[in-house]
């Protein structure tokens, strides 16, 4: 049961963290001063964003070892998936 919880608070982790990211790099947009990598690109947010807060959750609570683990798998095969959409949707200069 513990592991379920675990695994069901790993997804609500992640799920918030990547709207925000969303929302933060996509809609509202940082301030001038934070327009950077890692923080201009929905891409490296969310994952730098949800590695460091499973990481802390981790290093804070050893019991959440389950969630910490569903985390990270999460965190990158989203970050693969992002990768390769973004890929695609690039356009080469040798296709125009």
Known sequence: MIVLLQAIAALI???VVKYGA???TEVK???EWL???PFSCNLCLTFWTLMG???TLWLSFV????????GYTLTI???I???VDQKDKTIKIEDI
């Open 13 to 15: 982790i992640f799920f």
């Open 22 to 24: 969303y929302w933060l």
């Open 29 to 31: 947009g940082l301030p």
């Open 35 to 37: 327009d950077y990598k």
């Open 53 to 55: 807060i499973y990481t």
């Open 63 to 70: 019991c959440l070892f389950y969630m910490t683990m569903y």
């Open 77 to 79: 095969l989203n970050a």
């Open 81 to 83: 998936a992002m990768w």
